[in-house]
C-alpha cells in the first residue's frame, strides 16, 4: 500500500494559490457542462432501439395516472398496417445499428383542454406506440438493460419518460431549430416473466424539469423555465397543463419556438450537470477548502510532502499506542492497515492505493467503524457500486446496519430514506448490553501473538538465522533431493563453514557442466586424478596410435564387407556377428564351385512346394472344422453315415427320412459334435463330415 499522507494544520493559502484554485474549479465546471448538440437533453432524437416513442397520448395525463394516482401502465404496439406504414417512411433514415438517431417524434403543439372531454384512449392505462410488436419488445428489452446497468454500476436511475417537448432555435440569429424534452418522469420498465409485457412504473424519485435545458434558455436567452412544485406539496388533483401553458407564455411567441405534446421512454445522464450545478452552488466552499487546495497546489507542511506514513505512525508500537481492545476494528487487519486507521485517528489525511485483493475494503470498512466509535460521521463514495456493496455488507455482517444511510441503490429514495432514519433513531433509544470478556482477553491473545512474532523472527544457532528466513530458504529448495544432518543445530555450522560450502558447491557444479553427465564421459573409468605432463605426452602418443591401428582394421572391414556382401559394421555387436561369420567360414571344409554355382539353388523343388501346399491345406481345414465340431467327431470313422444321409435326403422323399431309425441316430450323434453357435442342416453338415473324412 502507498499512503501518500498530508496534515489537517496546513499553512494558508497565498493569493497566487487562491488564483490556481479558482481556475481549476472553472476549468471543472467548463468540462462538466455540455450545453452543445451532443447533449441530447438539448438535442434529442431518438434511437431505433434504445428509445420508445408514444404516440397519440397527452403528456399531462400520463403525468397523472403514474405519478399522482401510482398507477402502472402497458404498451400498446402499433398495428401491423400503421407499423409497416411508418417503417417504410423511415426505412432510408434508419441505419441497423441502435445509436443510430432517427426523426420519429410525432407529438403535436400543446393545446390546453378540458381533462373531462378526452377520450377513454387518453385516460385508460395503454401507452400506444408506433412499433410493431416485435420492435416493441426489442426496445423495452434493451432499454431495462441499459436502465439496470447504469443503477447496478452508478447506482443512478437514468430512464425517465420525457413529457412534452420545447422546440426551439439553435441560437438567436439560427433558422436551425432543436427539441428537448421538459419534464422527465423517473420510470422503471419491468415484466413478471418472459411471456409477459413490460409494464411502466413512476420511480420513487421526483419528477424534474430537464436541467440542462433550464440552463442553457438561461444563459443563452436570459429565460427562466417554470418549476414543478415540490412532491411534498403538491396536490392530487395537479394539472402538467399549467407548467405546458407557463412555458409556452415564457417563451414569448418566438418564431419557431412551440411547446409539443411528444412523448419518448429514453435514457438521460444528468449527474454531470448535477456536479457543475453543485461546484457553481459552493464554488467559495470550494476554493476555501484544505483538501481541495492542497489537492491541487500539491503543497504540504507535513515531512516536506513525502508520499509515506508520517513519522509518528511509522514508530508508534501498536501493541503498545493502538491496542486492539481500544480500537473498533470491526474486521482482520495486519500491521499495514491498523497503522492506516491508527493515522486516520490522529487526524492524518490519507490516500491509501493497491491492487485488487491487498485487503482496501476491509481497511475502509475498519475506518467506518472507527469513526462511528469515535462519534463522527462518515461519507463514503465510489465510482463503482459494486465496492459500496462490498463494504456494506462487510458493516452490516458486523451488526453496524442500522448505522449505514443507503443513497445507492434502487431503494434510496426519500421515503426509504425517512424510513431508515426513522429506524437509527429508535434503535439509539435502546441500549446495548456488551460483554466484557472478550476484550478481556485481547491482551493475553495480543501477547502470544507477539510472543510468537519474535520468536520466528528472532536470530537462532551458529547461523544466527530466524525460523522466518529459514523457512523461506527451505521453499526455494523444496524440490531437490534431501539429505540427512546428524549435526548439532546450535553450533554445528558458522557462517563462515556454511559460505564456504556453498562456494566449493558453486565450483564444483561449474566444473560439471564443462564435464557434462559422469557417466558418459569417455575417461569416466580411469583412476587417475591428477595428469602430468609426460602423462599427458603418452596418452596423446597412444592415441594417435590407437587411431592409426582403427583406421586400418576399419578399412580392411570395409573390403571384407564387399567382398562377402555384409552388412557395414557400425558397432561392437556388428563386430561380433562379422567375427562369427568368420568363425564359420574358417570350420567349412568347404564345397565344389559346380555345386555352389548350379541353377537348382535359384528356385525351390517342385516336390518341397507341393508339399508345403498340402501342409497349409491341411492347417486351413483343420482350423475350419475346430471351430464347428468338438474333437469327438475325429474318434469315429464316417464315410458310411456320409453316404446313407446322403441317399436318405436325396430325391423327391427326402423329407421322409426322419422316419428312418439310422437316419435318426446318425442325426442325434452329429448334433453331438457341433461347437457352440454352429446349426446347420444335416446335409450342410455331411459337407463339413465329408471334409474332416
Known amino acids: 500500500m502507498t499512503l501518500p499522507t498530508s496534515p489537517r494544520d496546513s499553512q494558508p493559502a497565498t493569493a497566487k494559490e487562491t488564483e490556481r484554485v479558482v481556475i481549476a474549479a472553472d476549468t471543472w465546471k467548463r468540462k462538466l457542462l455540455d450545453l452543445t448538440k451532443r447533449n441530447r437533453s438539448l438535442n434529442f432524437k431518438p434511437t431505433r432501439v434504445s428509445t420508445l416513442t408514444v404516440i397519440d397520448e397527452q403528456p399531462s395525463e400520463i403525468f397523472r395516472l403514474l405519478y399522482l394516482r401510482e398507477k402502472s401502465m402497458r404498451f400498446k404496439a402499433a398495428v401491423e398496417a400503421v407499423a409497416t406504414a411508418r417503417s417504410t417512411e423511415t426505412s432510408d433514415a434508419i441505419s441497423q445499428y441502435d445509436a443510430e438517431e432517427v426523426d420519429d417524434l410525432v407529438g403535436t403543439h400543446f393545446v390546453p383542454y378540458?381533462?373531462?372531454?378526452?377520450?377513454?384512449?387518453?385516460?385508460?392505462?395503454w401507452l400506444q406506440t408506433s412499433v410493431s410488436p416485435e420492435s416493441l419488445d426489442k426496445s423495452l428489452r434493451r432499454i431495462d438493460e441499459q436502465a439496470r446497468l447504469s443503477l447496478d454500476e452508478q447506482g443512478v436511475n437514468t430512464l425517465f419518460l420525457g413529457l412534452g417537448m420545447l422546440q426551439y432555435a439553435e441560437s438567436k440569429d439560427s433558422s436551425?431549430?432543436?427539441?428537448?424534452?421538459?419534464?422527465?418522469?423517473?420510470?422503471?420498465?419491468?415484466?413478471s416473466s418472459a411471456r409477459l409485457g413490460y409494464t411502466l412504473r413512476a420511480s420513487d424519485d421526483e419528477p424534474i424539469v430537464n436541467p440542462a435545458l433550464a440552463e442553457y434558455l438561461r444563459r443563452d436567452y436570459g429565460l427562466a423555465l417554470p418549476t414543478l412544485p415540490d412532491a411534498d406539496?403538491?396536490?392530487?388533483?395537479?394539472?402538467?397543463?399549467?407548467?405546458?401553458?407557463?412555458?409556452?407564455?415564457?417563451?414569448?411567441?418566438?418564431?419557431?419556438?412551440?411547446?409539443?405534446?411528444?412523448?419518448?421512454?429514453?435514457?438521460?445522464?444528468?449527474?454531470?450537470?448535477?456536479?457543475?450545478?453543485?461546484?457553481?452552488?459552493?464554488?467559495?466552499?470550494?476554493?476555501?477548502?484544505?483538501?481541495?487546495?492542497?489537492?491541487?497546489?500539491?503543497?504540504?507542511?507535513?515531512d516536506g510532502g513525502v508520499v509515506g506514513l508520517p513519522t509518528d505512525i511509522r514508530d508508534i508500537v501498536l501493541d503498545v499506542a493502538y491496542a486492539p481492545e481500544s480500537t473498533a476494528q470491526v474486521v482482520d487487519a495486519d500491521s499495514s492497515q491498523l497503522r492506516a486507521i491508527a493515522s486516520v485517528s490522529r487526524g492524518?489525511?490519507?490516500?491509501?492505493?493497491?491492487?485488487?485483493?491487498?485487503?482496501?475494503?476491509?481497511?475502509?470498512?475498519?475506518?467506518?467503524?472507527?469513526?462511528?466509535?469515535?462519534?463522527?460521521?462518515?461519507?463514503?463514495?465510489?465510482?463503482?457500486?459494486?465496492?459500496?456493496?462490498?463494504?456494506?455488507?462487510?458493516?452490516?455482517?458486523?451488526?453496524?446496519?442500522?448505522?449505514?444511510?443507503?443513497?445507492?441503490?434502487?431503494?434510496?429514495?426519500?421515503?426509504?430514506v425517512m424510513k431508515e432514519l426513522g429506524s437509527a433513531i429508535d434503535l439509539s433509544l435502546h441500549s446495548t448490553a456488551v460483554a466484557s470478556s472478550a476484550t478481556q482477553r485481547l491482551p493475553h491473545?495480543?501477547?502470544?501473538?507477539?510472543?510468537?512474532v519474535k520468536a520466528v523472527h528472532e536470530p537462532f544457532g551458529g547461523l544466527s538465522v530466524s525460523p522466518y528466513h529459514a523457512f523461506g530458504a527451505f521453499d526455494r529448495v523444496a524440490t531437490a533431493p534431501r539429505v540427512t544432518y546428524s549435526g548439532a543445530a546450535e553450533h554445528g555450522v558458522t557462517p563462515m563453514q556454511l559460505a564456504d560450502t556453498l562456494r566449493g558447491l558453486a565450483e564444483l557444479s561449474q566444473a560439471g557442466e564443462r564435464v557434462g553427465l559422469p557417466a558418459a564421459h569417455p575417461w569416466r573409468d580411469?583412476?587417475?586424478?591428477?595428469?602430468?605432463?609426460?602423462?599427458?605426452?603418452?596418452?596423446?602418443r597412444l592415441a594417435a596410435a590407437l587411431s592409426t591401428s582403427i583406421a586400418e582394421l576399419t578399412s580392411r572391414a570395409d573390403r571384407l564387407r564387399v567382398a562377402f556382401a555384409l552388412p557395414q559394421v557400425r558397432t561392437l555387436a556388428d563386430a561380433d556377428t562379422a567375427v562369427g561369420v568368420a568363425e564359420v567360414m574358417q570350420r567349412s571344409p568347404g564345397a565344389p564351385l559346380s555345386v555352389l554355382a548350379s541353377d537348382a539353388w535359384n528356385a525351390p523343388p517342385a516336390d518341397a512346394t507341393r508339399l508345403i501346399?498340402?501342409?497349409?491345406?491341411?492347417?486351413?481345414?483343420?482350423?475350419?472344422?475346430?471351430?464347428?465340431?468338438?474333437?469327438?467327431?475325429?474318434?469315429?470313422?464316417?464315410?458310411?453315415?456320409?453316404?446313407?444321409?446322403?441317399?436318405?435326403?436325396?430325391?423327391?422323399?427326402?423329407?421322409?427320412?426322419?422316419?428312418?431309425?439310422?437316419?435318426?441316430?446318425?442325426?442325434?450323434?452329429?448334433?453331438?459334435y457341433r461347437q457352440s453357435g454352429y446349426t446347420p442342416s444335416l446335409v450342410e453338415q455331411a459337407s463339413e463330415m465329408a471334409l474332416l473324412v
Open 176 to 191: 436551425i431549430y432543436m427539441k428537448a424534452p421538459l419534464v422527465l418522469l423517473p420510470v422503471e420498465v419491468a415484466r
Open 445 to 452: 491473545v495480543r501477547t502470544h501473538l507477539t510472543d510468537y
Open 613 to 672: 501346399a498340402d501342409g497349409r491345406a491341411v492347417t486351413a481345414l483343420s482350423e475350419r472344422l475346430s471351430r464347428r465340431l468338438n474333437a469327438d467327431a475325429l474318434l469315429r470313422r464316417h464315410a458310411d453315415d456320409i453316404g446313407y444321409v446322403t441317399q436318405k435326403t436325396s430325391g423327391l422323399f427326402g423329407f421322409l427320412a426322419v422316419l428312418d431309425g439310422r437316419f435318426r441316430e446318425i442325426r442325434n450323434r452329429w448334433i453331438s
Open 348 to 416: 492524518h489525511d490519507m490516500v491509501i492505493e493497491g491492487p485488487p485483493g491487498t485487503g482496501k475494503s476491509q481497511t475502509i470498512t475498519n475506518l467506518i467503524a472507527q469513526a462511528l466509535s469515535d462519534g463522527k460521521s462518515v461519507l463514503f463514495v465510489a465510482e463503482k457500486g459494486a465496492a459500496l456493496s462490498v463494504v456494506h455488507e462487510r458493516l452490516k455482517a458486523a451488526g453496524l446496519g442500522e448505522f449505514c444511510l443507503d443513497l445507492h441503490s434502487r431503494a434510496a429514495n426519500k421515503r426509504a
Open 114 to 125: 378540458d381533462p373531462a372531454a378526452l377520450d377513454a384512449r387518453h385516460t385508460d392505462d
Open 233 to 302: 406539496s403538491m396536490p392530487d388533483d395537479y394539472d402538467l397543463q399549467s407548467f405546458f401553458a407557463a412555458t409556452r407564455n415564457e417563451i414569448g411567441g418566438r418564431q419557431g419556438w412551440v411547446v409539443t405534446t411528444d412523448i419518448v421512454l429514453s435514457l438521460f445522464d444528468f449527474q454531470k450537470f448535477v456536479m457543475y450545478k453543485d461546484l457553481e452552488a459552493n464554488a467559495d466552499a470550494l476554493v476555501s477548502h484544505r483538501l481541495v487546495r492542497q489537492l491541487i497546489t500539491r503543497r504540504s507542511t507535513h
Open 526 to 540: 580411469t583412476a587417475r586424478t591428477f595428469y602430468t605432463a609426460d602423462v599427458l605426452d603418452d596418452v596423446c
